[in-house]
Nanobody
Framework: QVQLVDSGGRLVQAGGSLRLSCAAS????????MGWFRQAPGKEREFVAA????????YYADSVKGRFTISRDNAKNTVYLQMNSLKPEDTAVYYC????????????????WGQGTQVTVSS
C-alpha cells in the first residue's frame, strides 16, 4: 500500500504559477503510476495528468496541455504538478492518486488517493 499527502494549493491570480506536491509513503513508490485529478465546485472529478513509474510517459487532459507539467522524483517519493498560466477555470480541489500497472486516465483505475489540496485562481 501507499499513503499520499497532497500539498501546495493556495490562492493565486490568473496568469500565475503554482506547484503542487504529493508525498508518498512506502518503499515501492517507484513502481506506481501517479496521476493528478481535480474537482471543481458542482462538477465531477476529472483527469488532469498522469506519469508512468519511470517518468518516461506522461498524459495530459487537453484543457491543461502546454500549461501543466507532471514530474516525479522517485528518490524523494514525490510527484509534482507544475501549473503555469493559471486560469479561473483551473479552480478546484486537486488530488494525487496512485496505481500499479499501466498508465491510465481513468479514476477507477487508481486505488490510492491523497486528501486533496485547494487551488483557487482569481480573475
Amino acid at each position: 500500500q501507499v499513503q499520499l499527502v497532497d500539498s501546495g494549493g493556495r490562492l493565486v491570480q490568473a496568469g500565475g504559477s503554482l506547484r503542487l506536491s504529493c508525498a508518498a509513503s512506502g518503499r515501492t513508490f517507484s513502481s506506481y503510476v501517479m496521476g493528478w485529478f481535480r474537482q471543481a465546485p458542482g462538477k465531477e472529478r476529472e483527469f488532469v495528468a498522469a506519469i508512468s513509474w519511470s517518468g518516461g510517459i506522461t498524459y495530459y487532459a487537453d484543457s491543461v496541455k502546454g500549461r501543466f507539467t507532471i514530474s516525479r522524483d522517485n528518490a524523494k517519493n514525490t510527484v509534482y504538478l507544475q501549473m503555469n498560466s493559471l486560469k479561473p477555470e483551473d479552480t478546484a480541489v486537486y488530488y494525487c492518486a496512485a496505481r500499479r500497472g499501466n498508465i491510465s486516465k481513468l479514476q477507477i483505475d487508481y486505488a490510492y488517493w491523497g486528501q486533496g489540496t485547494q487551488v483557487t485562481v482569481s480573475s
